[in-house]
């Protein structure tokens, strides 16, 4: 039942973007975000990464991507603040991409080196362990059903699900206030597998990308977008006048970086990355640089999870 509702609403959708694309525009889901924009000139400075030199390491994945002389990163292209890609110029910025360079110069991999993959939620897991990218960084929650084919380092921060409504919402003020609402989610989601739990009573519209999410929010096909506090509160600080993030964070999202199951070396080096990148402070600066700039505030991550 609740498929093809979703089916549904997937195709008016597809007729609503096409439409907004055509004519007017309200506000903006998945182009250009509004505010104090990471690399803007009122944003705090991104720091610069020291790219390592004559790296070794026996992974297969680093050594593949040694040989053609670049790396793959998977990422996302449509959540300001974490992985965003302007559409214009193909600049990539936010905190995901950040931490990805950031690990990408310990491996000897500079900027200029990295070959970006766009990867959405739902195709993730077959993305990593086909091979289609040498790590994944992009709000990438780890847990034990996907530890089943992929490898995680990390993690590297955390967030919660949350809900984002219209600025006017009156109702909708937590978790327990949903029912009988059309909440939107992901594919391959944490947060949609959540929300679909019967004890919510939401109706439950998805699709593959989080902008599609937002636009039909801002075109009120939906009364909420249920995702990690973090994504929320970069389409609400892009959409300031007509979004806004409830507040209420109900589950733990630990971010991880996704790469091969096997690829027990390169988790290490990863995981080296990160724990040395937030003892020198460079974590903190990117935070600043990226997701702090949407509202969220800093806080250390959660001890690294070596396994
Ligand atoms: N962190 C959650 C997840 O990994 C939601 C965000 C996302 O879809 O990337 O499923």
Not at 112 to 119: H, L, Y
Request: glycine share 10%; charged share 30%.
């Amino acid at each position: 039942m609740k498929l093809r509702k979703s089916a549904a609403v997937a195709a008016i959708a597809v007729l609503a973007l096409t439409a907004t694309a055509c004519g007017g525009k309200e506000g903006s889901a998945g182009d250009k975000p509004g505010g104090k924009q990471p690399g803007s000139s009122e944003a705090p400075p991104l720091p610069t990464y020291e790219v390592a030199k004559d790296v070794a390491l026996d992974s297969p994945a680093f050594k593949k991507a040694k040989k053609r002389g670049k790396l793959i990163i998977g990422a996302k292209a449509d959540q300001p603040y974490l992985g965003f890609e302007d559409q214009s110029t193909k600049e990539r910025s936010g905190f995901d991409i950040e931490i990805a360079r950031m690990i990408a110069a310990d491996l000897g991999f500079s900027k200029d080196q990295i070959e970006w993959k766009t990867v959405d939620s739902g195709i993730r897991e077959t993305a990593i362990s086909k091979g289609q990218v040498d790590y994944f960084v992009g709000t990438y929650t780890i847990n034990d059903e996907r530890k089943k084919q992929v490898g995680f380092a990390g993690p590297y921060y955390k967030a919660g699900a949350d809900l984002l409504v219209r600025k006017d919402e009156k109702d909708i003020k937590g978790k327990e206030t949903v029912k009988g609402k059309k909440v939107c989610s992901i594919v391959g989601s944490t947060p949609l597998q959540e929300i679909k739990k019967p004890e919510y009573g939401a109706s439950v519209v998805e699709f593959a990308k989080y902008s599609d999410c937002v636009q039909q929010l801002l075109t009120k096909q939906i009364d909420a977008v249920t995702t990690d506090d973090s994504i929320l509160k970069g389409y609400a600080a892009s959409n300031p006048d007509k979004l806004k993030v409830v507040g209420q964070p109900f589950t733990d999202e630990p971010y991880g970086v996704g790469l091969n199951k096997d690829d027990k070396v390169l988790r290490e080096a990863i995981n080296d990355s990160l724990e040395r990148h937030v003892l020198d402070g460079t974590y903190k600066k990117i935070y600043e640089a990226t997701l702090g700039l949407s509202g969220s505030e800093f806080t250390l991550p959660p001890a690294l999870e070596r396994y």
